[in-house]
């Protein structure tokens, strides 16, 4: 069992740069491509998914000065927020890890096959998503079997958040035959994100305004193109925390690069996940009716593309730094949280399609639940790491219990417990 948990964990810390096209090459395969076809298909979507992970880390470098800045301010916290990273790392470590993956795998293809969804959830990397709320019910009860039924729910529960999602998210952000299965964006974000939008429609005045990058583009000229917009963004954010005349110039030029290279980058994931779609959309029809479509289910950091999601996820960095300020009894600096503003900005700018005046209120009213849960519940946090192999010294919170819904779910029942206990 050792040995099958180390293998499983050794393959999962590869990434998604190399867990991408294995996985896109077995389906290739299982759905009739032919081996050339399925091995490029492969290749492409790894390039892809590289290209966007490195000019996702070109944004990150860009304004990390910036972060720099406000990080100065967290001293005096009795509590360490831990990135994400980190906290999948420390998921894998438990008893039923190793069941985890393969359970998921099985369900959805049944699922599939019985045509009770049409998602096929490939990103296997974000299973994690999945393994860290039942990480931590088995952290809370002590009972591994707890901790595996709540992952493998999380897994499933995400693809019907996925279905919802797949039309909208297909044609929003041109990503046809794709949507987003990464737990706390379809299954949180998005439906609260929609449920801010309607309630925006229904306040005079709010309801009218509409700014978005389309139309700064028609109305300004070059000024409304997205690079100008990034280097427009980055010397504002670089004006306002005080840099110097070089890195106001190397944080407009990063994040102009990030504005232009992001969509590139997914635009070559899409050239490989395409034809894997079209196959196992003939494969279903063929097996199980013309209405058997599939979804083929990806990373949140597929939505990035839109110009709206980096203008965005700059500006919150301050607004991050501000509403943390405000959450009562705050006990952490969010020190991680600030390099993950920008997987926020997707489902807000989906949900809000485009408006960046929408968006840009979706992500303060969500960044602020965010640190608010986050805050809230260090102790389940803490007690979560403490079951694992990778050890803090301290109290421990991390951006997944305060956006995670498996998260926030095993959470809020285990306080009710001990409430009537």
């Not at 393994?131 to 009860?141: D, F, H, Q």
């Not at 925006?200 to 917009?229: H, Q, S, T």
Request: charged content about 10%; glycine content about 10%; hydrophobic content about 55%.
């Amino acid at each position: 069992m050792d040995v099958i948990l180390e293998f499983f964990k050794e393959f999962i810390s590869l990434g998604a740069v190399v867990l991408l096209p294995v996985v896109i090459l077995i389906l290739g395969k299982f759905f009739g491509m032919k081996l050339g076809h399925a091995i490029k298909s492969g290749l492409l979507v790894g390039i892809g998914f590289q290209g966007l992970v490195l000019a996702v880390n070109l944004l990150i470098t860009s304004i990390q000065p910036v972060m720099d800045h406000y990080k100065a301010m967290g001293s005096g916290y009795d509590a360490l927020e831990v990135g994400f990273a980190a906290l999948g790392a420390a998921s894998w470590t438990v008893p039923f890890a190793v069941f985890v993956i393969p359970a998921i795998i099985i369900l959805n293809l049944v699922l599939v096959r019985l045509k009770i969804t049409k998602v096929l959830n490939v990103d296997i990397w974000n299973f994690m998503h999945f393994l860290v709320p039942g990480t931590l019910a088995y952290a809370l009860s002590g009972n591994a079997v707890i901790g595996f039924v709540v992952a493998v729910g999380c897994g499933i529960i995400a693809l019907f958040f996925a279905q919802w999602l797949a039309p909208k998210w297909g044609e929003f952000f041109g990503l046809e035959g794709t949507t987003c299965t990464t737990l706390s964006f379809c299954a949180w974000i998005y439906p609260l994100t929609y449920g801010i939008n309607k309630i925006i429609d229904l306040i005079p005045g709010l309801n009218k305004v509409d700014i978005n990058v389309d139309k700064l583009g028609k109305k300004l000229g070059i000024f409304g193109d997205p690079a100008i917009i990034g280097l427009v963004v980055g010397v504002f954010l670089s004006l306002i925390t005080g840099q110097d005349l070089g890195s106001i110039l190397t944080i407009g030029m990063g994040i102009a690069a990030s504005m232009v290279l992001i969509p590139r980058m997914v635009s070559i994931m899409m050239e490989g996940l395409t034809p894997l779609g079209n196959s196992a959309n003939d494969y279903m029809h063929k097996k199980v009716g013309e209405d058997a479509d599939i979804y083929i289910g990806m990373d949140i950091a597929l939505g990035l593309g839109d110009p709206a999601c980096i203008t965005c996820a700059a500006i919150m960095i301050p607004v991050t730094i501000l509403l943390s300020f405000l959450i009562p009894g705050m006990r952490f600096f969010p020190l991680g949280i600030l390099a993950e503003v920008c997987y926020l900005a997707p489902m807000c700018v989906l949900s809000s399609k485009g408006n960046i005046f929408r968006t840009l209120i979706c992500m303060t009213i969500m960044m602020y639940i965010t640190l608010f849960f986050a805050n809230m519940f260090i102790p389940e946090a803490t007690q979560m790491l403490s079951v694992t192999g990778v050890k803090f010294e301290g109290l421990v919170t991390a951006s997944h219990f305060g956006w995670n819904p498996g998260n926030l779910i095993v959470s809020l029942v285990h306080r009710l417990f001990e409430l009537f206990a």
